[in-house]
């Protein structure tokens, strides 16, 4: 994982009301790593972070690594004592293993540092996590599935941002 881009968006912008962090993240080999992908990992990460106990059932059912780095990134800002209310996670579309962090921050210095520090913690928990995991856990074979066959362009894909988007009711004859 790396930081590709990094840019402080003061004010009210595109993404947020409020000035936040923009930065691009290649995800690399944790592309598709969820949380709850290495047991232990959830339980580890409250551990250095208690703050995060609100977050504990979504740490232990899943979030994919960025949205863990988001959580890791403003938990960092509120025990630096600059808080930051909300954070976003968005897929770059068209880019494989690229995504998108979006995070409320109170200054350019406190959202860089908590980024950079953010991304080496779950990075080296998670892979220290699954290395001493993967000697005791049973070798696991990948399967082939349909999906695998088709061009990643045209696989459906994960948008957090359509989540959200309230249903519309049928028309009406």
Do not use: K
């Amino acid at each position: 994982m790396a930081i590709i881009e990094q840019r402080f968006l003061r004010g009210p912008n595109l993404w947020s009301s409020q000035s936040c962090l923009l930065a691009v993240l290649e995800l690399g080999s944790l592309r598709q790593a969820v949380s709850c992908d290495v047991p232990g990992f959830p339980d580890t990460l409250l551990a250095l972070l208690p703050g995060l106990r609100p977050h504990a059932g979504a740490l232990r059912r899943g979030c994919f690594m960025a949205e863990v780095i988001a959580m890791v990134m403003l938990e960092l800002q509120r025990l630096s004592g600059t808080p930051a209310p909300s954070g976003f996670v968005a897929i770059v579309m068209g880019r494989g293993g690229q995504c998108r962090l979006i995070v409320a921050s109170a200054s350019q210095q406190a959202g860089s540092a908590a980024c950079a520090a953010a991304l080496a913690l779950v990075v080296q928990l998670y892979t220290a996590q699954a290395r001493s995991r993967r000697s005791m856990a049973p070798i696991r074979l990948p399967q082939a599935t349909q999906a695998s066959a088709t061009p990643e362009r045209e696989r459906p894909g994960f948008s957090r941002p359509a989540r959200y988007v309230p249903a519309r009711p049928a028309p009406g004859p």
